[in-house]
């Protein structure tokens, strides 16, 4: 019996807007609270988005090139393979599966949660509560949330058609209320200039240059998904020419939209009062336009956490996929629906390693190890832009070719000086990363490294 294929339904317009829902997400309305607390100066909380910004179209330039030379699902898994070797695609896999979109996919739905306790405080995810064998968190909040996780996994399964045009409607629907919520803000919003000058105490004890490097990985996890196209470049119609347009596009609209809103929290509330908050769209609406009109643009960001839940839950599946497929993953995950042409064992997995982590995980812990993971990873598929650029036949983008090796330096480097901060600040997390991937390197050489020796093996031969 022939396997069927993966369809090639995604156009330019969807894979675009993967990339924005991908993008838009629990970071851009969360991760401010923590930066106000450990950075302490307006100035400082806005120039890190513009920072992290610039590392992200850096990234995206590397990663058009290596798309278009590889158009396979699997992003990461299929660079790091060729760049590196399989144990490396393997171990990225392991780290996608959980930090890279179980990990986004458990926070955002936590984010739906936390945003709609500001109606409901029953449904905060972060109350203490009745706990299962001591970790697993039972209370209303983590139920809606793994809820939703479930949901959207049934949606995905049912065709990447059905998926792509509601990650359409989503986004088009997230961008027209930001845009309105950003008009409004400054045009009848009871906010203030002068708290764009306004210092407040730092929370952290580290220098500013330490923590500067450290709260990357916050801003990175903000713009985690700008690599969201190439993992589906095996879906997509002209992959070529969508996937460099769909990368660049999405994360740039999403930069811009990211320092306009951080302006617009700002402009409502000094840093003082931001510190610490998570719902903090939440609580800028409020202060901008009072209960009642707050509470309509506090239930649209809650809804706006729906696109990126979708986006994960169409994107993820397919590393888990590809691996199957290599022989790095349960076989049964590489099987498509014969009617749907869908993944469905991959996306159950991804649904339940998501639950889990919404039943045993906290908010900013998960954010940092994410945040390490995500980037570190980026950095070696980067790095492996060096190397595969050797290979006869290569095709150059003329944007890297022009500016190499500019461009990938740029991402390198700068990553580097993240992470080398975040393991002195964010010790446990970023060991945590470390062991994610550690982990997946004992199991691809116990079980898996002598099927993929063959295989490579009959390859060449």
Known sequence: MNQP????ELTL?????LVVSNMIGTGIFTTTGFLAGDLGRPSLVLGIWLVGAVMVL???????????????????????????????GFMTGCVSFLAGFSAPVALSAMGFAEYLSTFYPALRVSQEGPKVLGILHITPGPLLAIALIVGFAFINILGVSLAGRLQSTLTVMTLVVLALFLVLAFAIGDGHWQNLALETARASRHSIPAQFAASLVFVMFAYSGWNAAAYVAEELKDPERALPLALLGGA??????????????????????????????ATAARALFGDRVGGFFVIVMALALFGCISAMSLVGPRVTFAMARDGAFFESAARLHPRWHTPVLAILFQSAGASVLVL???????????????????SLATAGLFRLRKRPGWKRTAAVNWWYPLVPMLFLLSTTWMLIFSLTLYPKESALGL?????GGVIYHLKYRKAAVAKEHVARE
């Open 435 to 439: 062991l994610t991937i550690a982990l």
């Open 360 to 378: 045993t995980g906290t908010f900013k812990a998960l954010i940092a190890y994410v945040g390490f993971a995500l980037v570190l990873f980026a």
């Open 58 to 88: 850096a990234g995206c330039l590397s990663y058009a090139e290596l798309g278009i030379n590889f158009p396979h699902s699997g992003g990461e898994y299929v660079y790091l393979r060729e760049a590196w070797g399989p144990a490396w």
């Open 13 to 17: 317009i969807a894979a675009t807007a």
């Open 5 to 8: 294929a993966l369809r090639k």
């Open 252 to 281: 740039g609209l999403v930069a811009l939209l990211y320092f306009a809103l951080n302006v617009a929290f700002i402009y409502a509330l000094p840093l003082a009062s931001l510190k610490g908050v998570v719902p903090v769209g």
